[in-house]
Every structure is written in structure tokens, then in C-alpha cells.
Nanobody, 125 residues
Framework: QVQLVESGGRLVQPGGSLRLSCAAS????????MGWFRQIPGKEREFVAR????????TYYADSVKGRFTISRDNADTVYLQMNSLKPEDTAVYYC??????????????????WGQGTQVTVSS
């Protein structure tokens, strides 16, 4: 089992920045990829970014956030999502997820086995 706890969500003005954190614990040695997804009520969960656990230089982003968001990890099993130039349309609940090794594309939510509880990000003036 892998446990994930997100933090850092809050109200921020358009154009502002925010950093989300996801602390992983448990059997993190079994993780292949970590991802960030977001969801608005009534809509499907949307891929934001992913990072390969063993190779932090291997990252991938949704087109909607490319150039504005950066995913990274540290050596203490924490994954970050640095969000810059925030827009109102970035408002959502952001979820961290951990995926075990499997065949498939890790921008798909079904590739992830463990999920955090989510953290609310609101971009508004």
C-alpha cells in the first residue's frame, strides 16, 4: 500500500503562483510514476502532469499547463506541483496519484493505483 497526502491548495489571484505538495509513504519503492490530476464538479478527472519515480527528469504535461506548471520530487518521497501564471480555469480539486509498473500511458487515470484525498485550488480575484 502507498499512502498519499496532498497539501498547499488555497485561494490565489489570477497570475499568481502556488506550490502543491504530495507526501508519499508506505511501499513507495514499488511506485513507477506519480501524477497530478484535477477535477471540477460534474466533469471527469483531468490529467495535469506526471513524473517517473526513478527518473525525475522524465516528466510529461498536459498541453493546458505546459510552460506554466512544473512537477518535481525530492529525496524524501514528496512530489511537488509548482503552478505559475495561474488562470481562473485552473480552479479545481487537485489530486496526487501513484502508479505501479504496468503497460500503458501514465496520462491516463486508470494507470494509477493510489490516490490522495485532494486539495482545493481556487484562482479568483
Amino acid at each position: 500500500q502507498v499512502q498519499l497526502v496532498e497539501s498547499g491548495g488555497r485561494l490565489v489571484q489570477p497570475g499568481g503562483s502556488l506550490r502543491l505538495s504530495c507526501a508519499a509513504s508506505g511501499r513507495t519503492g514499488s511506485v513507477y510514476a506519480m501524477g497530478w490530476f484535477r477535477q471540477i464538479p460534474g466533469k471527469e478527472r483531468e490529467f495535469v502532469a506526471r513524473i517517473i519515480w526513478s527518473d525525475a527528469s522524465d516528466t510529461y504535461y498536459a498541453d493546458s499547463v505546459k510552460g506554466r506548471f512544473t512537477i518535481s520530487r525530492d529525496n524524501a518521497d514528496t512530489v511537488y506541483l509548482q503552478m505559475n501564471s495561474l488562470k481562473p480555469e485552473d480552479t479545481a480539486v487537485y489530486y496526487c496519484a501513484a502508479g505501479l509498473p504496468a503497460t500503458g500511458n501514465y496520462y491516463l487515470s486508470q494507470m494509477y493505483n493510489y490516490w490522495g484525498q485532494g486539495t482545493q485550488v481556487t484562482v479568483s480575484s
